[in-house]
Antibody
Framework: QLLESGGGLVQPGGSLRLSCVGS????????LNWVRQAPGKGLEWVSG???????YYADSVKGRITVSRDNSKNTVYLQLNSLRAEDTAVYYC???????????????WGQGTLVTVSS | AIRMTQSPSSFSASTGDRVTITCRAS??????LAWYQQKPGKAPRLLIY???TLQDGVPSRFSGGGSGTDFTLTISWLQSEDFATYYC?????????FGPGTKLEIK
């Protein structure tokens, strides 16, 4: 239901745009998140965007990344700028579960796309 | 940001065992706590949300408890497919944060 793309090898200081296409649900009704996992490390929530286009970022990436969505294309994007070696990770797209509160757990995840920052 | 901690960081157990993983939040998060299971090379899987509500399709041997700052995940009868890494995550507020994970290994 979620399919990421756009990962690859990029030099330090470079930029990359990741995409995540959703299917099987009413895309514009759900918040979408980006979660990353560095090789051999744990999960790190990076960014989220609500159905109303409110955006949120982890302190570790604030100012260097931008999340956006195009509901007409059922797609959420993550623009990564000024990339560093420590940004090397698998980036997962994850959908919020339907819930009655403003913040919800993530019930569906994509397979991830690998971003490698290296010269 | 709310900091999440987990213990133990790793644990060895046998099939049929009952195991409990603990998670602590640096401030009260009510019951806005989720547990995920991740196997190598795979995306995480939501197991429990609202601290104690089982996600659809998750076996009933998994259970969660707690509220405020202290939470638990219990697997009552370990099966071979349960050996994985488990993460807690708070969604009380942005930025969401995860615990460092607990790796459950076969003894």
């Amino acid at each position: 239901q979620l399919l990421e793309s756009g990962g690859g090898l990029v030099q330090p200081g470079g930029s990359l745009r990741l995409s995540c296409v959703g299917s099987g649900f009413t895309f514009n009704e759900y918040a979408l998140n980006w979660v990353r996992q560095a090789p051999g490390k744990g999960l790190e929530w990076v960014s989220g965007i609500t159905g109303l286009d409110n955006t949120y970022y982890a302190d570790s990436v604030k100012g260097r990344i931008t999340v956006s969505r195009d509901n007409s294309k059922n797609t959420v994007y993550l623009q990564l700028n000024s990339l560093r070696a420590e940004d090397t990770a698998v980036y997962y797209c994850a959908k919020d579960r339907y819930c009655s509160t403003n913040t919800c757990p993530m019930d569906h995840w994509g397979q991830g796309t690998l971003v490698t920052v290296s010269s | 940001a709310i900091r999440m901690t987990q213990s133990p960081s790793s644990f060895s157990a046998s099939t049929g065992d009952r195991v409990t993983i603990t998670c602590r939040a640096s401030q009260g998060i009510s019951n806005y706590l989720a547990w995920y299971q991740q196997k190598p090379g795979k995306a995480p899987r939501l197991l429990i949300y609202g601290a104690s509500t089982l996600q659809d399709g998750v076996p009933s041997r998994f259970s969660g408890g707690g509220s405020g700052t202290d939470f638990t995940l219990t697997i009552s009868w370990l099966q071979s497919e349960d050996f994985a890494t488990y993460y807690c995550q708070q969604y009380y507020g942005y930025p969401y944060t995860f615990g460092p994970g607990t790796k459950l290994e076969i003894k």
